[in-house]
Each structure stands twice: as structure tokens, then as C-alpha cells.
């Protein structure tokens, strides 16, 4: 089992940033894939950001300029700088990571963008 722990959510007023962590710990062996979810009331969860292995990323065009996604294999760690952060970014954010074919969620963290 692979265990991921989110880090670094909060309030933060429109156009400005937050940078989220999150770190995998448990039986890891080589993490493939590593990346962000987010949910907002009364939606569905949807793809922020993925980064692989290898460093290549794919983003979800709502963010794309915005917000970077980033990792170090050696901490089994991903991170998501937000910048220029709108309203509508307020979301429960979602860490995700797949593992030989199985995949694992962290429990969620709160991002409000609010003035």
C-alpha cells in the first residue's frame, strides 16, 4: 500500500499563488505516474496535472500557464505551484499516484480563492 499525505492548501485572495505538496511513503517501488485531481461542490473530480516518471506533464487547458506541476523520485514527493489563482479554482485538491498498475488517492485538501 502506498499512503500520500497533502500539504500547503488554504485561503488565498484572486491572482495570488499556494504551492501544494504532497508525499507518497508505504510500500513504494517505482511510482509511474504522480499528480492532481480537484473537486468543487457539486462537481465532478477532474484532472489538474500529471507528471510521469520521466518528467513530462500533461495539464488541463483551465490551468495551463498558470499552475506547474513538478516532482522528486528521490522524496516520492509532487508539487502543484498555483499562480494567478481565480475564484473558480476553489476545489478540494486530490493527490494521485499509480504504482504497478494500482492506483492511490490522498484524503483531499482545501484550496479557497476568496477576497
Known amino acids: 500500500q502506498v499512503q500520500l499525505v497533502e500539504s500547503g492548501g488554504g485561503l488565498v485572495q484572486p491572482g495570488g499563488s499556494l504551492r501544494l505538496s504532497c508525499a507518497a511513503s508505504?510500500?513504494?517501488?517505482?511510482?509511474?505516474?504522480m499528480g492532481w485531481y480537484r473537486q468543487a461542490p457539486g462537481k465532478q473530480r477532474e484532472l489538474v496535472a500529471i507528471?510521469?516518471?520521466?518528467?513530462?506533464?500533461t495539464y488541463a487547458d483551465f490551468v495551463k500557464g498558470r499552475f506547474t506541476i513538478s516532482r522528486d523520485n528521490a522524496k516520492n514527493t509532487v508539487y502543484l505551484q498555483m499562480n494567478s489563482l481565480k475564484p473558480e479554482d476553489t476545489a478540494v485538491y486530490y493527490c494521485?499516484?499509480?504504482?504497478?498498475?494500482?492506483?492511490?488517492w490522498g484524503q483531499g485538501i482545501q484550496v479557497t480563492v476568496s477576497s
Open positions: 507528471i510521469i516518471r520521466s518528467g513530462a506533464t
Open positions: 494521485y499516484c499509480n504504482q504497478l498498475g494500482s492506483g492511490y
Open positions: 508505504g510500500s513504494i517501488f517505482s511510482i509511474n505516474t
